[in-house]
């Protein structure tokens, strides 16, 4: 997949947490969204526990948290269309592709320094 | 080099603050030029106005206010995080009801799009996190 993919943009957000037990998460999603709707071109890296805020059929929990599910689906109409993850991190929680609410490219490590490299900027949350 | 600096570790609760100082610091004293400090997540805290830490501690908020003003450095809060934490101004306090106001200049609320715009900025942009 390396050599198909458009590995450079402006804005590189990666997202290391889960959805619900922190606002990491949330927090980082809404640096995105807002770089996009000031033009700038955005990708985001789900690694770690991060990729579990893809998976399928979340609620917005018992804790009055509104969740990040629906900002996922928001993802497309800010034109935030390269999503990649890390496929370890999805593998160590049994999940496969079938189960995420979104496409995303699996990135393999060896590829990350290119993906980082590609952005001028990156925030990692 | 013209840096920003990305904080979002509260006041003493863990490093991010105290290195970032530091940071800042190291970098106005080899003669780089920082453009701004941004607060966002738990990071907001450290623009509480009424931090009184024990006089044998570091006084995290008073050394912010001194890069202001030693160094023209901004010092900006991302407001939504700010709100949601108590963290609010005079106008922000008079907006929701609020009898008092817990941040003042030279910090400022902002949106997250300044930090945006502070990334195309400056020649780096470095994240102090916990």
Redesign the interface.
């Known amino acids: 997949m390396s050599s198909t993919v458009n590995f450079s943009g402006d804005l590189l957000v990666i997202l290391r947490h889960a959805p619900h037990g922190s606002s990491w998460l949330r927090e980082g999603l809404d640096a995105a969204l807002v770089a996009a709707a000031f033009g700038q071109s955005v990708s985001l890296l789900f690694q770690s526990d991060g990729v579990l805020a893809l998976a399928k059929g979340q609620g917005v929990g018992p804790l009055g948290q509104k969740g990040t599910a629906t900002t996922l689906d928001m993802l497309a109409m800010y034109d935030i269309e390269s999503l990649y993850l890390d496929p370890e991190a999805l593998e160590r929680f049994g999940l496969g592709e079938q189960d995420l609410l979104l496409p995303a490219a699996a990135l393999d490590a060896a590829s990350l320094p290119r993906l980082i490299a590609g952005h001028r900027l990156v925030l990692t949350f | 080099m013209r840096y920003g600096l990305?904080v979002k570790g509260a006041p003493y609760s863990s490093q991010a603050s105290h290195s970032a100082l530091r940071f800042a610091a190291a970098l106005v004293a080899r003669g780089h030029r920082l453009k701004c400090v941004f607060f966002?997540?738990d990071g907001v805290y450290n623009a509480a106005r009424l931090a009184a830490p024990p006089q044998d501690e570091p006084h995290l908020y008073d050394a912010w206010r001194s890069l202001h003003d030693e160094h023209g450095t901004q010092l900006q809060v991302c407001i939504?995080?700010a709100l949601r934490r108590a963290l609010l101004d005079s106008r922000e306090a008079e907006r929701h009801g609020k009898s008092g106001h817990s941040v003042e200049p030279p910090f400022e609320l902002t949106?997250?799009?300044q930090?945006?715009?502070l990334?195309?900025e400056v020649d780096r942009?470095v994240?102090f996190?916990p």
């Open positions: 990305l966002y997540h939504a995080a949106g997250l799009g930090l945006i715009d990334g195309r942009l994240t996190a």
